[in-house]
């Protein structure tokens, strides 16, 4: 991709981001009969996707055209990179003990916990993707804002029992009730299946914003980047453990939010602080008129668009619910009041986020205009950033380059920061699940497994650096259809069941992870997320058998079914299976009995 070198810079900023400031695409259409002012699939899930390689070139063209501007933006990149890496080594763990690497002895407060967790919640995707989709489809980009929030409202309703029946990871939780090295396994499975590719994506996300922001273009130089956001990524992880890792998701929703509640308050000021000025404009200025506020601007109004909406938005819920960074996060608190008081702190603060996210949305909608957010980016994603030039230009020299690097800095902080976290989750099922106790059968010490899942973390940071530098400007983006959907339909039911069903056995634990990872990536083969359109996996091949793009409305049923089904088999072929266990699921679920 090319872009277009700018003029120097005149002493007052006053850059405006247009379809003639760098060579783009044409939108890109569905095959299955959407128009080109729908928004593909693939970039309106609110968990961790990575930014298009066409986001990243149209909005830090601005950047390389003026030298103050892109030497503000990379100061600020590095400063952060200097900080993290800073807090790691001073917040890392002070002795090799399992406790200190995989939840920081549980000495972070309420407070600190929550805004973890919402440094986990919040990627590149929530801050582009969703206040995009606000500025080009209106009622439905709301609606996933909505969704995003509910996702931790769900999983406030698990964080009491889940950290009671919790110790490190998803394998100590299913554990509980079905001893054994078949439990681990299959949670070290679901573990890896839901992380991988999410690491994946921000990976090469990270690398393409990193070259773009030194105003390097070639795909030799994405992958170098991409191998250098990996290498930070393993060094926060291997130095900071939880605690560490912690602090740096903290100093990242500290700048993401300031950020965006300063972007908010100017939009604000732009309408004179009248609410209905701005939704007034927003109506106006996204070229839809009285459909901005309708259903079914995102993908179609029809029955098939609006199954699919919905397919995503229960993805998004109930997966985001459950993914196993997250599960992670809530051990770190020091019991389960603590833990639902954190995640009533995390709730309040992805509502204030949400809020400034969708008049930013809003602004974008009116003072940029829908039709020219869609001639640069048809899935809206440079929304923010456009906003963020539109009112640069009405501001001061100095304020509006703070402004725009402010914004421009808090995507790379949310695609830097989040990786971690799900490295040391993944790098703990390797290490705690499968080297520990599965092969070890928990005869190791403390100290081996800490170098143990030091050396996971390099492995499986090793292994995604591997396979997004191979995959640079290739389309993935669709694998977060497949992971949120295996998060929903696997991790889900085997919580709620091991947690609140007491009939619930080892073979409805095996049939629910290993049936439902095959039921759901079957599913995923068979859409539209895999072929039959130009944002497929196989865009140039189409064998789809499902017209969804997002196959949760399937998956998530068929994943509770098997786990049913699965219990009643092992409860007709082993009718004693699980008894001996009953007494100790009871006293640390229910009653809340700890057992370290």
């Given at each position: ?179 054994g090295s078949s439990s681990r396994i299959a949670a070290a499975t679901a573990t890896l299946a839901v992380c991988v590719p999410f690491l994946v994506l921000q990976l090469a996300g990270a690398g393409s914003a990193t070259a ?210 799900i490295a040391l989750s993944a790098a703990a099922a390797l290490a705690h699940d499968l080297h520990a106790h599965a092969a070890r059968r928990g005869r190791m010490s403390e100290r081996r497994e800490v170098r143990s899942a ?50 619930y056995n080892r073979t409805g634990l095996l049939w629910t992870v290993y049936g439902g990872v095959l039921c759901t990536t079957a599913l995923y083969v068979c859409s539209l997320s895999f072929s039959g359109t130009p944002t ?61």
């Amino acid at each position: 991709m090319v872009v277009r070198p700018h003029a120097p810079p005149p002493r007052r900023s006053t850059r405006r981001l247009d379809a003639t400031s760098c060579r783009t695409r044409a939108p890109i259409a569905s095959s299955a009969g959407l128009g080109s002012s729908h928004v593909p699939m693939a970039v309106l899930i609110a968990g961790e996707t990575e930014m298009t390689e066409l986001s990243l070139a149209v909005g830090f063209t601005s950047v390389s055209g003026g030298s103050d501007e892109r030497a503000m933006v990379l100061t600020a990149f590095m400063a952060f990179i200097v900080l993290s890496l800073l807090l790691c080594i001073l917040a890392g763990p002070e002795g090799d003990t399992t406790a200190d690497f995989y939840t920081g002895n549980r000495s972070l407060t309420p407070v600190q916990n929550a805004l973890a967790l919402t440094g986990d919640y919040i990627s590149a995707a929530t801050l582009l993707g969703v206040s995009g989709l606000v500025a080009v489809a209106g009622y439905d980009g709301i609606s996933l804002a909505v969704s995003s929030c509910l996702a931790v409202g769900v999983f406030l309703l698990l964080a009491g029992p889940l950290r009671n029946a919790g110790r490190y990871t998803l394998g100590d939780i299913l554990a509980l009730r079905s001893p054994g090295s078949s439990s681990r396994i299959a949670a070290a499975t679901a573990t890896l299946a839901v992380c991988v590719p999410f690491l994946v994506l921000q990976l090469a996300g990270a690398g393409s914003a990193t070259a773009l922001l030194l105003g390097l273009t070639s795909l030799g130089a994405e992958q170098v980047c991409t191998a250098f956001v990996g290498v930070l990524m393993i060094g926060y992880t291997v130095l900071g453990g939880m605690r560490g890792t912690s602090l740096v998701q903290i100093v990242k929703v500290a700048v993401v939010f300031t950020t965006m509640v300063l972007l908010a308050l100017l939009v604000l000021r732009h309408h004179d602080f009248d609410l209905g000025a701005l939704l007034t404009a927003a109506e106006q200025g996204s070229g839809l008129h009285g459909r901005y506020f309708e259903p079914g601007q995102a993908l179609s109004d029809g029955a098939a668009g609006r199954l699919d909406f919905l397919s995503l938005q229960l993805s998004v819920v109930l997966g985001g619910a459950c993914m196993p960074h997250v599960l992670m996060r809530i051990n770190s608190a020091t019991d389960s009041a603590t833990a639902r008081r954190a995640t009533r702190y995390a709730i309040a603060i992805m509502t204030a986020f949400f809020l400034c996210v969708v008049i930013a949305g809003l602004g974008a909608a009116g003072v940029v205009g829908g039709q020219k957010i869609r001639a640069l980016d048809s899935s809206g994603q440079m929304a923010l950033l456009l906003l963020a030039g539109e009112l640069e230009a009405g501001t001061s020299g100095l304020a509006g380059n703070v402004l725009y690097t402010a914004v421009a800095c808090s995507v790379f902080v949310t695609v830097l920061a989040v990786v971690a976290g799900i490295a040391l989750s993944a790098a703990a099922a390797l290490a705690h699940d499968l080297h520990a106790h599965a092969a070890r059968r928990g005869r190791m010490s403390e100290r081996r497994e800490v170098r143990s899942a030091r050396w996971a973390v390099g492995a499986v940071g090793g292994l995604c650096i591997f396979v997004a530098v191979m995959a640079q400007g290739r389309n993935f983006q669709s694998l977060t259809h497949l992971a949120l959907t295996l998060a929903a339909s696997t991790v889900l039911p085997a919580c709620l069941y091991g947690l609140f069903w007491s009939k619930y056995n080892r073979t409805g634990l095996l049939w629910t992870v290993y049936g439902g990872v095959l039921c759901t990536t079957a599913l995923y083969v068979c859409s539209l997320s895999f072929s039959g359109t130009p944002t497929s996996l196989l865009p140039g091949q189409d064998f789809h058998l499902v017209g969804l793009q997002s196959t949760a409305v399937m998956a998530i049923p068929a994943g509770f079914l098997l786990g049913w089904m699965g219990s009643a088999a092992g409860q007709r072929a082993q009718p004693m299976e699980g008894a001996g266990t009953d007494l100790r699921w009871r006293e640390r679920v229910l009653v809340g009995a700890r057992e370290e």
